[in-house]
């Protein structure tokens, strides 16, 4: 449940407040002057809380935000403007599907709660990749369940709020839990590192 800060390239790592709760495999998106944490996992379960950390005067302000309409770790999330978009993930660890929610929540105006969108036209998964570019929203890969098992995913597709989404071109391979958000370089062009193809998931 630490929180560390580094203020500057070269500079010392600062330790300076901590989570409400211990949590990982949720999202996080930076905002303006603030980080947006969304779901989550511990050894207590999925959780649903959404919540913004500020770094001010070495300390963290932490400001409520509507939980998930389930609980949700192991998703992935991108910000379009001050909107930011929540897919896929596993409300519970001993799920033996994973989930295919599409939901939104405009962080300009939180009090409206979470917007709940049509699923892509795919397998439910979990531990994509999500990305943006040029106002759209793109889901990258991950793994589907089934029965538990994992089944790795080179599939992507393309959502805009006016048209829905769309289906395009399969990744070479699986990119199962690489940094997400996909790396915007100039608006047009989305750069993914790494990545889980399933090869050595035996090992």
Not at 32 to 42: E, P
Not at 126 to 140: D, K, P
Not at 150 to 163: C, N, Q, S
Request: proline share 6%.
């Amino acid at each position: 449940d630490d929180i560390f800060v580094l203020e500057k390239e070269g500079g010392q790592w600062l330790r300076a407040g901590k989570l409400p709760a211990p949590l990982g495999y949720g999202v996080s998106i930076s905002w303006k002057d603030a980080l947006v944490c969304i779901g989550g996992s511990n050894v207590a379960g999925h959780h649903a809380d959404a919540f913004i950390l500020r770094y001010k005067d070495k300390g963290i302000l932490i400001e409520k935000l509507p939980d998930l309409p389930t609980p949700l770790a192991n998703s992935c999330g991108v910000l379009i403007g001050d909107v930011v978009y929540i897919a896929g993930g596993q409300k519970n660890a001993s799920d033996l599907v994973a989930s295919n929610n599409f939901w939104s929540l405009d962080l300009s105006a939180p009090e409206k709660g979470w917007q709940i969108w049509s699923t892509w036209p795919g397998s439910p998964r979990m531990l994509s990749v999500a990305g943006t570019a040029e106002g759209s929203f793109y889901l990258f890969s991950g793994v589907a369940l089934k029965e538990g098992k994992r089944d790795y995913l080179k599939d992507a597709f393309r959502f805009t709020p006016d048209g829905g989404w769309q289906v395009i071109k399969d990744l070479p391979a699986p990119v199962v839990a690489a940094p997400s958000p996909a790396y915007n370089l100039n608006d047009n062009d989305l750069l993914i590192f790494g990545g889980d193809d399933g090869k050595l998931a035996a090992q």
